[in-house]
């Protein structure tokens, strides 16, 4: 890839013959080319890198000056009663009671290995959770896929097709209509009449067509 890129970056050099370029060809011929586009593309991704940690670091410290104590608050979703040996006990096991850097260290060193805890909620692994919903997900992204398409191409065509006519009205109204109405609410109402009037799925959890 370097040096296709290094190659077109010479001709594009050699025909525009400024000041900039013929630095760059001299660069390039004394230096070795490949070595100067790498060193080009570590200079351009750096920022990148930075701004990601630098995102993700933020991220971390809002969520430890967030209000309320994460331990009460997981204890007493759990059903317990927080005394104050319990709380200090969850925090002991949480991490929460280690300094703010370690425990930025600690969670960032386990999502890079792959250890995101355990949901306390259900007592099981993150990692274990997260992989038995990517099934459903993607049957879920693939069928609304699939029904965008089944909809949305016939529907174009039939637009350019009756151009400037009331079919052609009918599809920009509804298109309209589709953008400017929130998803969520779209959702809800899908819900309402597919889930909780025709019963053909399941409101939550993994649902499956059936006769009404």
């Known amino acids: 890839m370097y040096r296709a890129v290094l190659l077109m970056r ?5 025909a525009s013959g400024s000041d900039a370029d013929r630095r760059y060809l001299r660069a390039v011929n004394s230096n070795g080319g490949e070595k100067v586009e790498q060193e ?4 351009k991704a750096g920022p990148d890198c930075d701004r990601t940690d630098g ?11 967030s209000p309320g104590d994460p331990a009460e608050i997981m204890l007493t979703e ?5 005394t104050p040996e319990l709380l200090e006990k969850t925090r002991a096991e949480l991490g929460l009671d280690k300094p703010f850097l370690v ?39 693939l069928a609304s896929l699939v029904i965008m398409v089944l909809i949305s191409v016939p529907l174009g065509i039939l637009s350019a097709v009756c151009r400037n006519k009331w079919v052609d009205y009918l599809v920009r109204a509804l298109t309209f209509l589709g953008v400017s109405v929130p998803n969520f ?17 399941t ?10």
């Not at 080009?40 to 200079?43: E, L």
């Not at 995102?55 to 000056?65: A, E, K, Q, S």
């Not at 409101?203 to 009404?212: F, K, L, Y």
């Open 10 to 14: 010479r001709r594009n050099a050699a």
């Open 78 to 82: 759990c059903g317990n009663v927080p």
């Open 203 to 212: 409101v939550s959890g993994e649902a499956r067509i059936s006769n009404p």
């Open 185 to 201: 609410w779209i959702g809800l109402i899908l819900l309402s009449i597919f889930g909780v009037t025709l019963r053909w799925v």
């Open 40 to 43: 080009k593309h570590r200079q």
């Open 103 to 141: 425990q930025y260290g600690t969670w960032l060193k386990g999502v890079m290995t792959g250890d995101m805890g355990t949901s306390y909620s259900m007592k099981v692994p993150v990692v274990d959770k997260l992989v038995s919903c990517f099934r459903p997900t993607l049957e879920l992204a």
């Open 55 to 65: 995102d993700r670091f933020f991220t971390f410290g809002l969520t430890y000056l």
